[in-house]
Nanobody, 121 residues
């Protein structure tokens, strides 16, 4: 069983910054996680990809966050980070960590419980 635990959400004013963290753990040995990513879902909207990163460090961003958000990861700690700068009210959403986790003879696509990010104008 894989668990993703997110942290770092909160309420900030427009123009501010937040850093989200996501730690992956499993009952078995994790051999790799590829990719790890962040999605978000605003009220009344579909969940959308914000950014993801491969185990090799290749990144992918939604156009709406390019130049403002930076995704990174620490493979040794099975942790991904999302540094969010120049935040806008339209960034308000629940942010979910997602990871495809590989064990010796298993793999699973897992989601975190979500962390609320609220940007006030």
């Amino acid at each position: 069983q894989v668990q993703l635990v997110e942290s770092g959400g909160g309420l900030v004013q427009a123009g501010g910054s937040l850093r989200l963290s996501c730690v992956a753990s499993a009952s078995g040995t994790i051999f790799s996680i590829n990719p790890m990513g962040w999605y978000r879902q605003a009220p009344g909207k579909q969940r959308e990809l914000v950014a993801d990163i491969t185990s090799g460090g290749s990144t992918n961003y939604a156009d709406s966050v390019k130049g403002r958000f930076t995704i990174s990861r620490d493979n040794a700690k099975n942790t991904a980070y999302l540094q969010m700068n120049s935040l806008k009210p339209e960034d308000t959403a629940v942010y979910y960590c997602n990871a495809r986790v590989y064990g010796l003879e298993w793999q699973t696509n897992s989601w975190g419980q979500g962390t609320q990010v609220t940007i006030s104008s």
